[in-house]
């Protein structure tokens, strides 16, 4: 069976230091059970659609593991075989995870590679993303990733680089603020994005659909859509949802709330493999 999606174990997940603004107020008060079950239903989400599901045992002191978009960027290079980019990530306590998600990686046959020689501020999937059905990375940056490490991305894999400029320390990861359903529709926070950067979006993408900054704080655009015709998002973010629905997709509601504690929900606590 061919894996498409890459998650990690939450036996150790909580919420043991302050690295965003989503985990004050939570340090120690993370439901362990409560998060087990909500990981399981998204685990269960994603094979109820096909997209078969490995997981990376869990290592104790790395309670962030569990979100498996960040600590590495994956994709097929220009001759077919897949790599895996390493990310260098902002907190000094989240480095160790990327050790841990590449050796997954490389014990499959995936290529591994470094951005630079010296470390390039990165956040894997966090910051990045495939544009679906193109050629063409979407990136975030300023505040966990740098536009260096944005264009040696690009390099690397030979595709073309949207890049912008993150503005607002709420939505600290492209992936907090804006959401690819396809290569023509996305979910946006407008606010997040500096006036540049929003007129690049405007281009880019004929269908922006505007996130209600109430449900954008609950992660609405941390939800994902991993075939173009379903979207899967954390529960309570109704005119979301709704918007979603009149453009034709399924929307399958799930619970991270334990999760948002930490600052991650669905689109965080998986890795889509190449």
């Known amino acids: 069976?061919?894996?498409?999606?890459?998650?990690?174990?939450?036996?150790?997940?909580?919420?043991?230091?302050?690295?965003?603004?989503?985990?004050?107020?939570?340090?120690?008060?993370?439901?362990?059970?409560?998060?087990?079950?909500?990981?399981?239903?998204?685990?269960?989400?994603?094979?109820?659609?096909g997209f078969p599901v490995a997981v990376i045992d869990p290592v104790p002191g790395l309670p962030d593991l569990v979100f498996t978009a960040n600590q590495s960027f994956p994709g097929r290079l220009p001759d077919g075989r897949a790599a895996a980019v390493r990310s260098h990530m902002h907190a000094p306590q989240r480095r160790p995870e990327v050790d841990v998600v590449l050796e997954w990686h490389a014990a499959r046959g995936t290529s591994i590679f470094d951005l630079a020689d010296e470390p390039l501020a990165f956040e894997g999937m966090g910051d990045a993303m495939w544009v679906p059905g193109r050629r063409q990375i979407l990136g975030g940056h300023g505040f966990r990733s740098e536009p260096g490490a944005l264009t040696a991305l690009a390099q690397r894999f030979e595709a073309d680089l949207i890049a912008v400029r993150l503005i607002d320390p709420r939505w600290y990861h492209l992936d907090t603020c804006l959401q690819l359903l396809d290569a023509e529709r996305a979910l946006i926070v407008r606010e997040a994005f500096d006036a540049p950067s929003l007129a690049l979006l405007e281009r880019t993408f004929p269908t922006l659909v505007d996130v209600p900054t109430d449900e954008a704080?609950?992660?609405?655009?941390?939800?994902?859509?991993?075939?173009?015709r379903h979207f899967i998002v954390q529960s309570g973010c109704p005119v979301t949802a709704d918007r979603v629905r009149d453009l034709g997709l399924d929307v399958?509601?799930?619970?991270?709330?334990?999760?948002?504690?930490?600052?991650?929900?669905?689109?965080?606590?998986?890795?889509?493999?190449?």
Request: hydrophobic fraction near 40%; glycine fraction near 8%.
């Open 217 to 228: 704080l609950r992660l609405a655009c941390n939800g994902h859509s991993p075939d173009g």
């Open 1 to 49: 069976m061919e894996h498409r999606v890459l998650m990690a174990d939450p036996n150790y997940f909580d919420v043991e230091y302050v690295i965003n603004p989503h985990m004050a107020g939570h340090v120690g008060g993370v439901d362990r059970d409560l998060a087990r079950a909500q990981w399981s239903q998204v685990k269960a989400t994603y094979e109820d659609l």
């Open 252 to 274: 399958i509601e799930v619970d991270t709330s334990e999760f948002l504690k930490s600052g991650g929900s669905v689109f965080c606590m998986k890795l889509m493999l190449p």
